[in-house]
């Protein structure tokens, strides 16, 4: 049993994602996370504001669920399935890390330089936070979907768009990456 | 009970996402340093068989648990919508380091500073319907 408490491989992972995108066909649904992010505007009441947010959130109640497993999922794999192997990073990208000023890169799933609490209370650490996720949340929505519904569902179903869509994923990745993050972080 | 499925896939869905380490800040990091072919793996490897099996239900007719043919809706066609907007997203991601579904499997791992990821892209999302009809799609 301790493959399964190691971290698994990406020939083990990659497949284990397209059964999640089977299963939710199969359910007559569609695989897509960001679009919890509309419905969870909604249940606000978001549609007060803008008739983008009046539709009937209660269809999407089965995308809440999924929601909702997911993060019992998180919880039970670091809880159950973890043996606290750190991450594998490559040798190169560890060099970058240190670099950029991070301490032990891999050794947690996230860097306490962006997501420890000490930092979190800095403007610049709260702001790294609230305009990454700003960025994504405004950005899926323009673009009609994010990894799950354009990367995984959209290209496996062989949509156009969806290739456009992950073009654009990485012209922003990689412009962040590559130029903002050392100017950040530098 | 008709939603417990969900919750299973949901909880399947968090686990390997965890087990991947897809979750992880550092490992969007590699994959736009082009550095490691794990990201790049179990993308590639999830759409590869998502291709060849949507490709076969579509062939073969196969009906869903409701017993209805199988259709996975077609994307609108556009072109600024998914440059622009995938580019924001782009950007987010690799600051951020995760993407929706991240986000809410990582709270569930014990992160919780991650919610303040979630409440900024809530506000995004909020932000994209008051300006939609003012932005080129």
């Given at each position: 049993?301790?493959?399964?408490?190691r971290?698994?491989?990406?020939?083990?992972?990659g497949?284990?994602?397209?059964?999640?995108?089977?299963?939710?066909?199969?359910f007559?649904?569609t695989?897509?996370m960001s679009?919890?992010?509309?419905?969870l505007c909604t249940?606000?009441?978001?549609?007060?504001y803008?008739?983008?947010?009046r539709?009937?959130?209660?269809?999407?109640?089965?995308?809440?669920i999924v929601v909702?497993?997911?993060?019992?999922g998180?919880?039970?794999?670091?809880?159950?399935?973890?043996d606290?192997?750190?991450?594998?990073?490559s040798?190169?990208?560890?060099?970058?890390l240190?670099?950029?000023?991070?301490?032990d890169?891999?050794?947690?799933?996230?860097?306490a330089?962006?997501?420890?609490?000490?930092?979190?209370f800095?403007?610049?650490?709260?702001g790294?936070l609230?305009i990454g996720?700003?960025l994504?949340?405004?950005?899926?929505?323009y673009a009609?979907?994010?990894?799950?519904g354009?990367?995984?569902?959209?290209l496996?179903?062989?949509?156009?768009p969806s290739?456009?869509?992950?073009?654009?994923?990485?012209?922003?990745?990689?412009?962040?990456?590559?130029?903002?993050?050392?100017?950040?972080?530098? | 009970?008709?939603?417990?499925?969900?919750?299973?896939?949901?909880?399947?869905?968090?686990?390997v996402?965890?087990?991947s380490?897809?979750?992880?800040?550092?490992?969007?990091?590699?994959?736009?340093?082009?550095?490691?072919f794990?990201?790049?793996?179990i993308?590639g490897?999830?759409v590869?068989?998502?291709?060849l099996?949507v490709?076969?239900?579509?062939?073969?007719?196969?009906?869903?648990?409701?017993?209805?043919p199988?259709?996975?809706?077609?994307?609108?066609?556009?072109?600024?919508?998914?440059?622009?907007?995938?580019?924001?997203?782009g950007?987010?991601?690799?600051?951020?380091?995760?993407?929706p579904?991240?986000?809410?499997?990582?709270?569930g791992?014990?992160?919780?500073?991650?919610?303040?990821?979630?409440?900024a892209a809530?506000?995004?999302?909020f932000v994209?319907?008051l300006?939609?009809?003012k932005?080129?799609?």
């Open positions: 049993m301790d493959f399964l408490l971290p698994w491989p990406w020939y083990v992972s497949p284990l994602i397209a059964i999640v995108m089977f299963a939710l066909i199969y007559g649904k695989f897509g679009s919890n992010l509309r419905t249940v606000g009441g978001a549609g007060k803008s008739d983008f947010f539709f009937d959130w209660k269809a999407q109640r089965w995308n809440l909702l497993g997911a993060v019992l998180g919880y039970i794999a670091v809880t159950f399935l973890s606290g192997t750190p991450i594998a990073l040798p190169a990208a560890i060099h970058d240190e670099t950029l000023g991070f301490v890169p891999g050794s947690t799933l996230l860097p330089e962006i997501y420890g609490w000490e930092n979190i800095s403007l610049k650490g709260m790294i609230m996720g700003f994504v949340g405004f950005g899926t929505r009609g979907g994010c990894t799950s354009h990367a995984i569902t959209g496996s179903n062989l949509q156009l290739l456009i869509a992950v073009i654009g994923f990485f012209i922003g990745g990689l412009f962040m990456t590559h130029f903002l993050l050392p100017l950040i972080f530098g | 009970m008709q939603y417990i499925k969900y919750l299973f896939v949901g909880v399947f869905f968090g686990i996402l965890v087990k380490e897809a979750v992880s800040w550092y490992r969007i990091f590699e994959m736009f340093q082009f550095q490691s794990h990201m790049y793996g993308i490897s999830a590869g068989l998502g291709a099996g490709w076969i239900l579509k062939k073969t007719g196969a009906k869903n648990i409701e017993g209805k199988i259709v996975l809706p077609a994307k609108e066609k556009s072109f600024v919508r998914y440059i622009l907007g995938g580019t924001i997203f950007l987010g991601w690799a600051l951020a380091g995760a993407c579904g991240p986000m809410y499997i990582l709270l791992t014990g992160a919780f500073s991650v919610g303040l990821v979630l409440l809530i506000a995004g999302t994209y319907g300006l939609r009809t932005l080129p799609h």
